[in-house]
């Protein structure tokens, strides 16, 4: 049996144009799921779903609780929830206390990934004004995961890939052009 | 299996079984990945030096479990949250009840009591708090006493006023309290309508029958099959033509009560079409 695999791209103030330039170059028979966490204002949720949408082939749609995680799709975390893997690999949702000032805090979904998909998981911190998401990577590693994050100097907001530079154990740190072919190459399918 | 953080799956499978047989609190129907997140963040708030030492004051000292309830439960909670629910509560919910000769309503996980005080404003302006009865349950006593109290932080109001007035709510919202140093407190006519005692939905039996039961953002917590069966103690205690809301991300969809029940236009909540 091989192992579930996830991508899991967090970000903040500056990353909703690197996905919108790296969704549509990606290959549309991925072998696993993509999970996109950012931080926004409460109550925007189909908005941005449907802007994502229309950039890729790929399924995109907005993580449900409870709902199965399948390979190929792209899920988006709700606004004002934390998101959740678990063992089983399903979505829980959460409206606890904000992390790092945020919810869904970026390092609630990788850390959870991380107990769930282990070497399975890959973590991407793009661009962002905090340092969500960098305890997040810090685990992923931990948990035998790669750690993506974006080249600073491309990045609009650069704490939070300098951050995760300076404080985690970061597998590659990419340029925006050099994303899609990276996740691609990830793909067995490839 | 690796670990993000200070406690393993095996402590926290171990605790579990710890508060159920010593303090008869049922976790086991808790989704995982939240409950061990909140048993981490416990863990490292109360600053433990070791797992066994968690484990032995969460078993034998009684003020520390209360504490632990608190802990590993959510209680974030605000006045007129969703205020795009609070408007359907206002035009459309409460005012179908009017018919009624006594108005029974269920909050179910009230925590600190925040969503009560918003469904008694609600109703006062209705002019249907006189003959309506909140009974606001939550496992947890602790966050009941802050309930009972009907203070909330003075910080807040700004963002609850900008709720209520979003929600529909016309009048000054700050005629409903009065500040007293950092907090905030509420006309005690809201409270006299109030009852507020604690419900295991885990546990607990059905203990009345309403016109309107609200339980939202507590389901999240549990997997599947606990739903299924909180939706069905929700059914017992739930009139015919009565209403469920639940949370923004809730549904009654796929559970085995969903047959008899409607939903009320794109909002989570359901009316009760068959008994």
Known sequence: ?190 | MPNSGPISDEEVEILINDVLEQHGYDFTGYSRASLKRRIARLYSLDKHVSFAEFRYKTINDDVYFKHFVEGVTVNVTEMFRDPGFYRLLREKILPSLNTYPFIRIWLAGCSTGEEAYSIAIILKELNLLHKSLIYATDINPTVLEKAGTGMFPLSQMKNYSENYIASGGTKDFSSYYSASYSLAKFDTALKAKMIFSTHNLVSDRSFNEFQLILCRNVLIYFDRPLQFQVMQLFDQSLENLGYLALGTKETIDFSPISKSYKRVGTDKVWRKVSA
């Not at chain 1, 500056?14 to 991925?30: R, T, W, Y």
């Not at chain 1, 999970?35 to 941005?48: A, E, F, N």
């Not at chain 1, 530079?165 to 050099?178: F, P, W």
């Open chain 1, 1 to 190: 049996m091989s192992k579930q695999r996830a991508l899991i791209i967090g970000g903040s103030a500056g990353s909703l144009d690197v996905l919108l330039k790296v969704l549509p170059a990606l290959d549309i028979n991925l072998d696993f799921a993509i999970i996109i966490v950012i931080h926004r204002k409460q109550g925007t949720d189909s908005l941005l779903t449907d802007l994502l949408a229309h950039r890729t082939k790929l399924k995109v749609k907005e993580a449900d609780e409870k709902e199965k995680i399948l390979d190929g799709n792209v899920y988006i975390a709700p606004s004002d929830y934390h998101l959740l893997i678990e063992k089983d690999f399903t979505f829980s949702l959460d409206y606890s206390e904000k992390i790092n000032y945020s919810r869904p805090s970026i390092d609630v979904t990788f850390q959870s990934a991380a107990d769930a998909y282990g070497e399975g998981l890959v973590c991407l911190l793009l661009s962002g004004s905090n340092a969500d998401g960098v305890n997040g990577l810090i685990a992923t590693k931990k948990g035998g995961g790669i750690t993506l994050v974006q080249n600073p100097n491309s990045a609009q907001v650069t704490y939070m890939p300098e951050q995760a530079i300076l404080r985690a154990d970061v597998s590659a740190i990419l340029d925006i052009e050099a994303m899609a072919n990276y996740i691609n190459s990830l793909s067995k399918n490839n």
